[in-house]
């Protein structure tokens, strides 16, 4: 009988990847160490339950980048729950605390998680252990999982240099925008900006930290101080916990890669900028240092203005 049962959900999980047009990878490790993650995201850890982002987002630096799948194809990591279940074990067990990150590197909350339901089996597993998290999403699909969620936020321990938290659950929703139409050209297949921010006020009223990542801000178009100014209004407006931000990254050459893609829709919607953002990059990754020291400034002098944090903690 029991066969039975993990045969079934064995072939129902392969009938919905192909479905969606993923394919299924088996991993030796699913959380890795970072030092970075820890000063900005407060993750000692990153998990990404996806290889490969199927919102694809035109500026999404992943694409062109040493990060992306050589063959474009999109894959879920189908031994995620496992492999995790035996790496917390051990860390409980050695008394190790930390905060893992959810969603560093492709979103959690894409399409064929409403059927897979792999993210919300990796949090249970986090919850077995008691280990906090912080997710970062565009997607109002998390509100599938407040339940575990609650659960998270009562059972978990925080690492002992953390200190305090409000709560031991982060959810941070990303942007490059509030305008719909613009969100609409460069991420057209994430979840609009209105669900995104109604699934923030859901959250907060949960009594989670909910925070928002302005990455990338797109360059004049979104990084306006105008814009910037808006932004931060209508956050402040949600009461939003922190708020951090930053520029764009693009690369590659080729068709696919972010780089070109970028350049091509501006092209198309914005003209009139398309020669100062390819003078900004100047045939690099990234935007010139005094550019993004500007962006830097412009964000803290605003969150100032509205007494917003920049920082988790
Ligand atoms: S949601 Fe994030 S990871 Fe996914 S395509 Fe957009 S920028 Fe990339």
């Given at each position: 009988m029991e066969s039975n049962i993990i045969f079934d959900s064995f072939n129902r999980q392969s009938t919905i990847v192909k479905r969606y047009g993923f394919k299924e990878k088996n991993v030796k490790t699913i959380l890795n160490k970072s030092k970075e993650n820890r000063s900005i995201f407060l993750g000692d850890y990153s998990l990404n339950?996806?290889?490969?982002?199927?919102f694809n987002c035109n500026y999404c630096y992943i694409n062109g980048s040493k990060y992306a799948d050589s063959t474009n194809s999109f894959f879920i990591k189908s031994n995620a729950p496992d492999i995790l279940r035996t790496q917390l074990k051990k860390k409980a067990k050695n008394r190790q605390r930390a905060v893992i990150l959810i969603g560093s590197a492709t979103d959690p909350y894409i399409d064929i998680e409403r059927e897979l339901f792999l993210t919300r089996d990796i949090l249970k597993v986090i919850n077995r252990f008691k280990f906090p998290v912080h997710i970062v999403t565009k997607s109002d699909l998390i509100l599938r999982d407040i339940d575990i969620l609650e659960k998270i936020n009562q059972n978990s321990i925080l690492p002992d240099d953390i200190g305090n938290l409000k709560s031991k659950v982060l959810v941070t929703f990303s942007f490059s925008t509030l305008d719909e139409k613009i969100a609409n050209l460069f991420e057209k297949s994430a979840p609009n900006i209105k669900r995104r921010i109604k699934a923030m006020k859901t959250?907060?009223?949960?009594?989670?930290?909910?925070?928002?990542?302005?990455?990338?801000?797109?360059?004049?178009?979104?990084?306006?101080?105008?814009?910037?100014?808006?932004?931060?209004?209508?956050?402040?407006?949600?009461?939003?916990?922190?708020?951090?931000?930053?520029?764009?990254?693009?690369?590659?050459?080729?068709?696919n890669d972010s780089k070109t893609k970028y350049y091509n829709l501006i092209k198309e919607h914005f003209p009139d900028v398309l020669d100062k953002t390819k003078k900004l990059f100047d045939n690099k990754e990234y935007p010139n240092l005094s550019y993004q020291n500007k962006i830097y400034k412009r964000l803290a002098t605003c969150s100032e203005k509205y007494g917003i944090k920049n920082s988790i903690i």
């Open positions: 339950p996806y290889l490969g982002c199927s959250l907060k009223n949960k009594k989670f930290l909910v925070g928002v990542s302005l990455m990338p801000l797109l360059p004049y178009i979104s990084d306006t101080e105008v814009a910037i100014d808006e932004i931060l209004a209508k956050f402040k407006d949600i009461g939003c916990d922190y708020l951090f931000g930053g520029s764009l990254t693009l690369f590659g050459d080729s068709a």
